[in-house]
């Protein structure tokens, strides 16, 4: 079975609030989410889905692998969820964030490259999913109950009575949102979901923030399915206060950069990254080539941004590929340095790339 590119976790505790201290590396407390999710799961019975590559291409609607639902397709359209149900950990990069690196001061809250977890079983197995999940929080992750929220819609009867089968009734926060907030798209035709997102308190911004959903999906008008989703990172950021999810990384260079700027430079270092590891090069066609090469070409605009030189990026580069991806096979790092030089090498090119970066931000 293909198992996600994790370094083996030195140290195994069960609560993560313990990791909240600066000589645990970031990259240990992702690797320890996982494995308690995909542990306690297979415990309970459920197959864990081999992950695919962000590039695969199984799902239409998309050019990048967003989410763990995209894999989890085929057994919506045949309407046959496996016994119990599945589980998986999928890395996954929404490029919603390209249109944030070119507005000034705005930082988005999520990263482009990120883990999903999730698990799909039978609709039949709400209650139970809704219990088994509340238990993972309360008992794997040690969330204390009264620092969890469950924003639900009243008319969803079958979910408001799931959590509180699950003894969650006090957790629920009601109608406070408006209604499409309930709602998933999934695009397929005629298929829906109606959901609930659970909110964690973050210690650090003084507020409970959604960090995933329980969907019940369904076709038509009949119940099919429940997901369970959230991503690791957002989890981990979450739990244990950090100031921005992108610090569930190992990315190291960019410390001293003013706030704006560096997280806009991580995200697109972290980005570029991962899709050349996936095997993924710039080329005009098709879309998802163009898409990396605008990434590269905007890592050379941070570069000339920050005075950075080409060796100091081409060092962070190469640190943050072993630290992520500890069994890659071959440095893409030199691939990415290549392009950018080709591409500053083209003066009036990249000086018009530029020059209209700088006219929109």
Request: hydrophobic fraction near 35%; proline fraction near 3%.
């Amino acid at each position: 079975m293909v198992k996600p590119d994790l370094p083996t976790p030195i140290i195994t505790r069960n609560n993560l609030n313990q990791f909240n201290t600066n000589n645990i590396d970031p990259r240990e407390k992702m690797s320890s989410l996982i494995n308690l999710f995909l542990e306690f799961y297979r415990a309970k019975g459920y197959f864990e889905q081999e992950y695919v590559k962000i590039t695969a291409g199984i799902d239409p609607t998309v050019h990048f692998i967003g989410s763990h639902i995209s894999v989890y397709k085929k057994y919506l359209i045949k309407a046959k969820i496996p016994d119990i149900g599945c589980c998986m950990a999928q890395k996954c990069i929404r490029n919603h964030n390209l249109n944030n690196y070119l507005k000034k001061n705005q930082i988005s809250k999520y990263s482009s490259y990120f883990y999903s977890l999730g698990l799909l079983t039978s609709s039949k197995r709400l209650d139970m999913a809704c219990a088994e999940f509340f238990e993972f929080l309360t008992t794997k992750l040690m969330i204390n109950p009264n620092n969890i929220k469950l924003r639900i819609l009243s008319k969803d009867e079958s979910l408001v009575q799931a959590c509180i089968k699950a003894g969650m009734q006090n957790n629920l926060e009601l109608d406070t949102k408006p209604n499409i907030y309930y709602t998933h798209k999934l695009g397929m035709v005629d298929y829906i979901g109606h959901s609930f997102n659970f909110a964690i308190w973050d210690e650090k911004l003084k507020e409970f923030s959604d960090v995933g959903n329980i969907i019940l999906i369904k076709h038509k008008n009949d119940d099919i399915a429940v997901e369970v989703a959230f991503g690791a990172g957002i989890m981990i950021k979450t739990i244990l206060g950090l100031d921005h999810v992108l610090d569930c990384y190992t990315l190291q260079g960019l410390e001293n950069q003013e706030t704006s700027l560096r997280r806009k430079f991580e995200d697109v270092i972290i980005t570029t990254v991962a899709l050349y590891e996936d095997g993924l090069r710039p080329k005009n066609s098709p879309t998802k080539n163009r898409i990396l090469g605008t990434y590269v070409k905007l890592l050379s605009y941070f570069r000339k941004k920050t005075n950075m030189s080409i060796m100091d990026l081409s060092n962070i580069l190469s640190c943050f590929l072993y630290k992520e991806f500890p069994t890659a096979t071959q440095d893409v790092t030199k691939d990415i340095i290549k392009y950018i030089i080709n591409f500053e090498k083209k003066t009036i090119i990249s000086t018009e790339f530029y020059k209209k970066i700088e006219s929109i931000s």
